[in-house]
């Protein structure tokens, strides 16, 4: 006679399997065809009369300027508007938990970014961007704060910044949300306490609020890592193949659909997918530690 908990590990798998099942035909085939691909010369039309070359592709990719230039704009790009979100949101979930008139029509403001479609958002962002009649340059030419229009899409130097500052824009919500749903289920005992006990703000924040919320944060921040890194529509819609600001999805659009150079572009895709599985598998792992070491 089964146990109750051998039961529930077969009722669990009993809902589980038909998941898993969709989840192999529907991800699982096609990334172990983009893998497979990677080691072949097929081109975009005519990937059945493909040869096996091997690791020709990868070290095409080793030896390709363009493609490390790809990744070291990925990996900054991810680092730094993860980095600005994280502390922004923190900051507007920490405004929104207070008792503020309208709390929650704020909430509903606050989230309006995040609601609207990436490549909407992008494209209103690229016409407001725009150096000709763009109003971000009429706005800035009218206060005097510059002096001529800037190419903020053309521009090398001002192009990652511009697609940085929209991705804040757009992911911002999100880390707010999540970060003030965290902060919503934190006890109020505590904070009394501390008021009682003459604790300043800023001292009860990083000894007991951040403390309490670092695992939703870790969270947060891991999922915001993982679209960062994979990121395709914003940068594409704002700048196209721009080499300045191409990330490794880019990249891999390019080779695959512009050059049409089928194993190439899955090699990177499938450098892509690695590298974003490997980040994964880190930060998670560091996180368990982290936060068992802490729970100890």
């Known amino acids: ?13 009993s809902f589980l399997t038909p998941m898993l099942v969709v989840l192999a035909l529907v991800a699982g085939w096609p990334l172990l065809r983009t893998i497979l691909l990677g080691f072949t010369d097929a081109g975009l039309g005519d990937f059945g009369e493909s040869q096996f070359i091997g690791l020709a592709n990868y070290r095409g990719l080793a030896s390709d ?20 979100e994280t502390v922004l949101g923190l900051i507007i979930a920490l405004t929104l938990n207070t008792h503020l008139k309208a709390r929650g029509l704020v909430r509903a403001a ?20 725009n150096d000709l009649y763009g109003v971000v340059n009429a706005m800035l030419l009218g206060l005097g704060v510059i002096d001529r229009p800037w190419a903020w899409l053309a521009d090398p130097t001002l192009s990652i910044a511009s697609v ?23 006890p109020r005992e ?19 609020t951040l403390p309490l919320i670092r695992p939703a944060l870790f969270v947060a921040i891991l999922f915001r890592s993982l679209d960062a890194l994979r990121v395709f529509d914003i940068i594409y819609v704002l700048t196209g ?8 999805s880019v990249y891999a659009r390019q080779q695959l659909i512009d050059f049409q150079q089928g194993g190439m572009g899955s090699a990177a895709a499938t450098a892509l997918f690695l590298i974003v599985a490997v980040f994964a598998t880190i930060v998670v792992t560091a996180g368990r530690l982290r936060i068992g070491g802490v729970v100890r």
């Open 164 to 186: 940085i500052a929209v991705d804040v824009w757009k992911g911002t919500p999100f880390m707010a949300l999540l970060s003030l749903a965290a902060l919503q289920v934190l």
């Open 65 to 84: 300027p363009y493609w490390w230039r790809a990744v070291a704009n990925t990996l900054g790009f991810t680092l730094i508007s993860v980095s600005i």
């Open 241 to 248: 193949d721009n080499p300045s600001t191409a990330s490794m």
């Open 1 to 13: 006679m089964r146990t109750l908990a051998q039961r529930r590990a077969i009722t669990a798998w």
């Open 110 to 129: 606050v989230l309006i970014p995040w609601a609207i479609p990436t490549v909407v958002s992008a494209r209103m962002w690229g016409w407001m961007l």
């Open 190 to 208: 505590i904070y009394e306490a501390a008021r009682v006990d003459g604790v300043s703000a800023v001292k009860v924040f990083f000894q007991v």
